[in-house]
């Protein structure tokens, strides 16, 4: 596996590749890997040539108040990992690297980047279109993986890739969860041992939610209030947000129908945790 650690680098490796006419499989990520990430890396190996990861914590989706500094960095053990799950080279550049001196260029998508998160995360969207607009143009991949953890992300990023003419397959894999439902994050290793038995809550209230549902419940705000109820009887969880929303528009739903997204963020203590189901609201009992 290479470790490339410049863009002039990486266009080398892509060029080769091209050359080759192999079909190449990008996977973004801010490392510290786990299964998740993982999962992506695999799905990339199964349907591509050749595979390249990034690891870059990107100081532009972080706010000022949040945690770019702190964020989990372990950049041998991302290598082992990656090389494991067949990577065939990693995009691992400094923040000089991505953001010189003069950097002035930004990506705004607009629409569904006003709700959930958007909302309470101002210029995190701008930030992370931003860096995977410039990733995509540095290593023009034939598909790149994104996982469903973070939902609206991909919307976004298909959205942008549509908007910008970007010629890529964008490819969503699903969660990849602990055993008792837990969604992985990097995040999870800020957690104790109590705020980590807590942290299921977000699961909690998702199921109960899908559970409505699918049982014929087709008020969304009775959806909503009844996560938050369950999500309340844990001492530790604050709720940032807790959404019924169109999985494809984002908009906040009045009527369960079609493709539903249900989106919690919690704060666990000191840590905020996102999580989402997605639900076919045509099934229940009507
Ligand atoms: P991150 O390093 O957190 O920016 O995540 C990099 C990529 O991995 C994003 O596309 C995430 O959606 C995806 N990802 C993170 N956690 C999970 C998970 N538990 N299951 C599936 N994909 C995930």
Request: proline share 5%.
């Amino acid at each position: 596996m290479e470790l490339l650690k410049t863009v002039a680098e990486v266009r080398r490796w892509a060029r080769e590749r091209r050359e080759q006419k192999q079909r190449i499989g990008f996977v973004p990520t801010m490392g510290y890997l786990h299964e998740g990430h993982l999962a992506l890396a695999r799905r990339a190996r199964e349907r591509c040539d050749a595979v390249i990861m990034s690891i870059f914590v990107n100081p532009t989706q972080f706010g000022p108040r949040e945690d770019f500094a702190s964020y989990p960095r372990d950049l041998e053990r991302d290598l082992r990992l990656a090389e494991e799950v067949g990577v065939d080279a990693v995009f691992a550049p400094e923040v000089e690297e991505m953001y010189p001196p003069g950097y002035s260029t930004y990506v705004e998508v607009e629409g569904v980047t006003e709700v959930l998160c958007g909302a309470s995360r101002p210029g995190h969207f701008r930030g992370v279109a931003t860096v995977v607009t410039k990733l995509l143009n540095i290593v023009q991949p034939d598909e790149a993986f994104f996982g469903q953890k973070d939902y609206q992300q991909s919307v976004v990023v298909r959205r942008m890739a549509a908007d910008l003419n970007i010629p890529v397959e964008i490819i969503t894999v699903p969660t990849v969860r602990e055993p008792d439902g837990l969604a992985l994050s990097s995040r999870n290793k800020y957690l104790n041992e109590e705020e980590r038995r807590q942290a299921l809550c977000l699961y909690r209230a998702l199921k109960l939610g899908e559970e409505m549902i699918l049982s014929g419940e087709r008020r969304a705000e009775a959806v909503r209030q009844a996560m938050v109820e369950e999500i309340s009887r844990y001492p530790l969880a604050r709720i940032d947000y807790v959404s019924v929303n169109d999985a494809e528009t984002l908009k906040p739903l009045k009527e369960i129908s079609g493709r539903v997204l249900l989106a919690v963020a919690v704060w666990i203590g000191k840590t905020r945790l996102i999580d989402n189901l997605v639900v076919e609201g045509r099934r229940g009992k009507d």
